[in-house]
């Protein structure tokens, strides 16, 4: 209230007066006289408490009020201008000054109106401080007590009728803050109130605004710090019903009490749940005597709702749960086996009848690419038919069949088969590391970098694995039907269908993994010698060959015919592979060494 900062103390002068204002020395009076002759001026009360009159003399109108001024003032005149009419107004007011002191924040002598009461005051000298009383503001004049401002009543309650006005020399004395108390929680106003007279709970509530909606008034705590000794609760109830034993219904409130409201419990208990397939899901209202048909009506249900198999999941007394199933078209028709009488805190879930359409993916080189809604047990050729068919361009032979179901299984499959090459080629590392021992600096550095490739190999082929690829043999929609390769299509199936290639991809453990341009009637040699050859660390048994429809062929590699868009694999050595040559040299100095000292000895004896 008093914390914004005043930017001059300078007095009032444009404040209407009351016909209630005291007159005193340096107040202005301004007189006009008007009818046959006019005049007029401005007359100030001088130290004597006079204002000098025309005609009239000396007239004293210190310590009258401004109403009796103006009566005394056309009666003197009234004598000196009969039949003249007079008006009084007040002109320039004069200042006072008074002084402020105690527990405020800019205490001192302060120049203000003499229309100032105790209240503007404070605010030129920004409020009590936090130590200031707000209850026990006195006015001191001339040696004696005018009165106590309790500044709760304003503040609380915009009553300023003890507001008392000032007169030059008044002092203001704010005196340390009386005994105070606590309140919070559910409350309007919560905070620190001082307090005056006899104070129970229920006047502290009133002061902080009162208690919220949610406060609960059977238990409002009061915490009490006792004499040299520990603090203490005391449990009221503010309620009529007296239901909380022998809880006191008000107490009086001591200096350094804490009161604090709690809320009510935030939970609900006459609710039942309804969620699924209805048009309103959410919290409903448990009437008395309800049932299940009618809390779900007909027109409250989707279209798409299951209405043969509503479940009622109900919370049995020993917390486990029980789950109903009821036929709710049966309900409607009043059988009272499936027209459940409903309790609180039930979950009735009526399940959707609706399955989202299965779809699948062409892409490529068909006549009209897309994503296709497929029926049940739908086949390929279908689809084909749907889509137009083939381009002209389309290879089939490389088409990629790629299914959701099939690439969860291969990606199980596959982290467990780069797992275990990583744990064989760590069992590796180990088994060199005890024999580094006899290998110079170098070869183990160079061994430990042949390592560390082969584990990226065996990563980098992981990451090229097409994973969910079906091998199909694919061919015109008419021709497929009714084949072996005509399969029934899931959700989430995708069918490339890439044009012709014309190379020949030779990937893995060779010094140029590359494209290669095909050449009929070339063999695997061809192809891997146009890649740089085989490097040391290749599996030269483990090449195989990746054709284009996602079958892989293994064995005699060499032998089998290469098509276009074909891939070759040359996959790395997982075999440990060490250079024992120098730890046999050095076994070797070790055993000559030992045959030498046999020797030695054999001569000696």
């Known amino acids: 209230m008093f914390s914004s900062p005043v930017s001059t103390f300078a007095p009032v002068m444009d404040v209407p007066v009351g016909p209630d204002y005291i007159l005193g020395p340096g107040d202005d009076l301004a007189i006009n006289i008007y009818g046959a002759m006019e005049s007029g001026g401005v007359r100030t009360v001088d130290r004597n408490g006079q204002i000098i009159l025309p005609s009239a003399g000396p007239l004293r109108v210190w310590g009258l009020s401004f109403s009796q001024v103006e009566r005394l003032i056309r009666e003197q005149l009234s004598r000196s201008y009969p039949g003249f009419q007079t008006n009084v107004t007040m002109g320039r007011l004069r200042t006072i000054r008074v002084y402020v002191v105690g527990e405020v924040c800019q205490p001192g002598s302060f120049t203000i109106s003499s229309l100032a009461t105790v209240t503007n005051a404070l605010f030129a000298v920004g409020g009590p401080l936090k130590l200031g009383s707000l209850r026990n503001v006195q006015l001191k004049r001339n040696h004696h007590d005018v009165g106590t401002v309790d500044l ?48 129970k709970v229920t006047d502290l509530i009133e002061m902080a605004g009162g208690v919220m909606p949610q406060s609960y008034l059977k238990r409002v705590q009061l915490i009490r710090s006792k004499l040299n000794a520990e603090r203490e609760v005391i449990d009221i109830d503010l309620t009529d019903s007296g239901s909380n034993g022998d809880a006191p219904k008000d107490a009086l409130v001591q200096n350094g009490d804490l009161v604090r409201i709690y809320p009510t419990d935030p939970r609900i208990y006459n609710t039942i ?9 959410g919290e409903y209202e448990l009437r008395r005597g309800m049932r299940l048909s009618q809390l779900v009506r007909h027109e409250a249900v989707l279209p798409e709702a299951y209405m043969d198999r509503v479940e009622v999941a109900r919370l049995r007394e020993d917390l486990t749960t029980e789950v109903m199933q009821l036929d709710l078209r049966q309900a409607w028709e009043g059988d009272p086996k499936h027209d459940l009488s409903l309790k609180a805190r039930d979950q009735i879930t009526i399940r959707s009848g609706y399955r989202t359409p299965w779809k699948i993916t062409l892409g490529g080189e068909v006549k009209r690419p897309g994503v296709y809604t497929i029926q049940q047990a739908e086949r390929l050729s279908s689809v084909l038919k749907r889509a137009g068919g083939l381009t002209d361009k389309a290879f089939p032979k490389g088409a990629v069949f790629t299914r959701v179901t099939v690439q969860e299984v291969e990606k199980r499959r596959l982290d467990d088969f780069v797992r275990d090459h990583e744990q064989r080629l760590l069992s590796e590392a180990s088994g060199l590391t005890l024999v580094s021992s006899g290998l110079n600096k ?13 584990r990226e190999q065996v990563r980098l082929l992981a990451s090229k694995v097409t994973l969910g690829r079906v091998v199909i043999r694919l061919d015109d929609p008419e021709k497929l039907e009714g084949a072996s390769n005509d399969l029934i299509l899931e959700d989430g199936d995708s069918l490339t269908i890439p044009q012709k290639p014309a190379t020949v991809l030779v990937m893995g453990s060779v010094r140029n993994p590359t494209g290669v341009l095909h050449q009929e009637n070339m063999d695997a040699e061809y192809y891997l010698n146009r890649s740089g050859g085989l490097t040391p660390e290749a599996d030269q048994k483990g090449v195989y060959l990746l054709k284009a429809d996602g079958s892989a062929l293994t064995g005699f590699v060499k032998l089998r015919q290469i098509e276009p868009g074909d891939v070759i694999i040359v996959p790395p050595s997982t075999e440990a592979k060490f250079q024992w040559l120098p730890l046999l040299k050095d076994l070797a100095t070790i055993a000559g060494q030992v045959a030498l000292g046999l020797a030695g000895l054999a001569a000696i004896f």
């Open 152 to 199: 709760y009543d304003f503040l609380l309650r915009g009553d300023k009728t003890t507001d008392f006005r000032l007169e030059s020399g008044d002092t203001i004395f704010v005196p340390p803050v009386g005994p105070v108390a606590a309140v919070e929680g559910e409350i309007k106003r919560p905070g620190i109130y001082e307090l005056k007279g006899t104070t």
């Open 273 to 281: 749940t309804l969620v699924g397939a209805v048009k309103h899901p």
């Open 442 to 454: 170098e070869e183990v550095t160079a061994l430990q970098a042949v390592l560390t490739q082969r």
